[in-house]
């Protein structure tokens, strides 16, 4: 039986301020530990020796964090999101203390795997609450704060972990989880006990959730492995393949059959959610296939050293921030707020057309130039397709439609790092001379200017609806 629904209060714009400044600070460490553990592993590796098994310290937490991306959605629609946050942040917190304290890699590895348990929710259920408390229409105007806080982890990330690594203890990595972790506890915990609670007789379908992790980690497994530990023709690729089309076939099939599937058809069947999540995917997978492997050229290509290959992404992570704070500005007066977006598409494809067709001859200050141009189409995307999403869906459904779009950024990662490693694992060797080099990767640039007009495919396809424009409202 479901309790009657009490009396809704609306939100100023001062208490929607200082929810927002709450939840940057729970979604902080997630995306920092995204960044942060990279420049570390080397000095990990070495203090306890074992080299070998580093790779599982980061992909641990990639497998599970977008494992657990769409319960987390589903718990909140049924327990709410404060205390599915509160958990998500203590189990995170309970994890950081683990990797501090692991003694071997392996042990690192597993308890990335528990950090990961709390971080896959930290950043599906922090746009979850956005959702709650800020009506679509006014959304945008709070798309600076997750712009900023987005780009202020990518870019102390690296600098901060190779700085603790070096001149402290990489330990420090993990120790520093834990302020921020109960700052972002004192701060969501009072400040988020308002937030409606979705009183509809709700359960959570154990099978298919079973069925999603299993298929999904398979999955990303696999695009992990395959062509960098394993041939992509190799028996284990193969039978990993096999029980993800497997796996992947029994949760379709379990979504048709529940009583209550994990994710109910009317999303998947919603265009909005559809096309503005796999849009989504395919340019996530592009832009971060391109921030690993634009280093990966200028070495290669150019002769840049590791530094200043590092220095030449600044582009492709700062501009990222001004298409997205730009394209969250335009939603406010702009009615026909997708063409935004498809402009952003068109313009990322755009410019990395130029670099295919010169690769090795193009200006340094040209080739940045471009860069600045793919991150500011590429940032354009992620706020309206979060928006629209944000839009279509009842308040009860919305912690499932935003652990999708999650969930879908998460893939499209690893989908497109996988992808373009196919590429850069045909290049010629390094003594058949870097124009030799160049000339092969050229079809990097290209295979990134067809998954943004994928990307612009996809999104013609989401429907454009009017964004509503009422207060927020808290019981």
């Keep these: 039986m479901t309790s009657q629904p009490q009396p809704q209060r609306q939100l100023g714009k001062e208490q929607i301020r200082v929810i927002m400044v709450g939840l940057m600070v729970a979604m902080f460490p997630g995306a920092l530990d995204a960044t942060i553990i990279g420049p570390a592993l080397p000095t990990i590796g070495r203090d306890l020796g074992d080299v070998g098994n580093l790779a599982w310290v980061a992909t641990a937490y990639l497998l599970v964090s977008t494992a ?19 958990i998500a942040i203590a189990v995170f917190a309970f994890g950081s203390l683990l990797c501090a304290l692991a003694p071997t890699t392996i042990l690192l590895a597993l308890a990335r795997g528990v950090q990961a348990l709390g971080g896959g929710g930290l950043v599906s259920l922090a746009m979850t ?64 006990r308002g937030l409606p609670r979705n009183e509809r007789p709700h359960k959570l379908d154990y099978a298919g959730a079973a069925l999603i992790v299993l298929a999904s980690g398979l999955l990303q497994l696999t695009l992990s492995w395959g062509g960098a530990h394993y041939a992509w023709s190799s028996a284990t690729i193969l039978s990993m393949t096999a029980a993800t089309i497997f796996f992947t076939a029994l949760f379709v099939w379990r979504l048709a059959t529940a009583e209550e599937p994990l994710i109910p058809y009317r999303l998947l069947s919603n265009k ?39 220095l030449a992404l600044l582009p492709l992570t700062l501009c990222s921030t001004i298409g997205a704070v730009g394209a969250g500005r335009a939603m406010l007066f702009v009615r026909r707020y997708k063409f935004v977006a498809l402009f952003g598409q068109a313009m990322a494809a755009a410019a990395l057309t130029p670099v295919f067709f010169h690769p ?16 500011v189409g590429c940032g354009a995307v992620f706020p309206i397709t979060t ?15 935003m652990s999708l779009i999650t969930f879908s950024r998460n893939l499209g990662a690893a989908g497109g790092v996988a992808l373009f490693g196919v590429v850069v694992a045909s290049l010629p060797p390094a003594s058949a001379g870097m124009a030799a080099v160049g000339e092969t990767f050229r079809y990097v640039f290209l295979l990134g200017a067809a998954g943004f007009v994928l990307g612009f495919a996809l999104l013609l396809f989401m429907d454009e609806r009017s964004l509503t424009g009422a207060s927020g409202q808290m019981k």
């Design 387 to 401: 928006v629209s999403i944000q839009n279509s869906v009842q308040r009860h459904d919305l912690g499932t439609a």
């Design 272 to 310: 909005v959610i559809l096309f503005g999540a796999t849009s989504v995917g395919a340019t996530m997978a592009m832009y971060v296939a391109l921030t690993i492997y634009v280093p990966v050229f200028l070495e290669s290509v150019r002769g840049f050293s590791a530094s200043r290959a590092g």
């Design 68 to 86: 657990v991306t769409p319960l987390y959605g589903k718990l909140s629609d049924i327990h709410g999101r404060r205390i599915m946050l509160l």
């Design 129 to 192: 609450v956005i959702g709650d408390v800020v009506p679509p229409r006014e959304r945008p105007r709070y798309q600076v704060y997750t712009s900023v806080m987005w780009t202020t982890a990518s870019l102390l990330g690296p600098v901060a972990g190779g700085y603790f690594a070096e001149r402290w203890n990489w330990t420090v990595i993990f120790w520093i989880n834990l302020p921020i972790c109960l700052a972002a506890w004192l701060m969501t915990d009072s400040k988020l």
């Design 360 to 375: 090795v001859d193009m200006s340094m200050t040209e080739f940045e130039f471009l860069l600045g141009l793919v991150a």
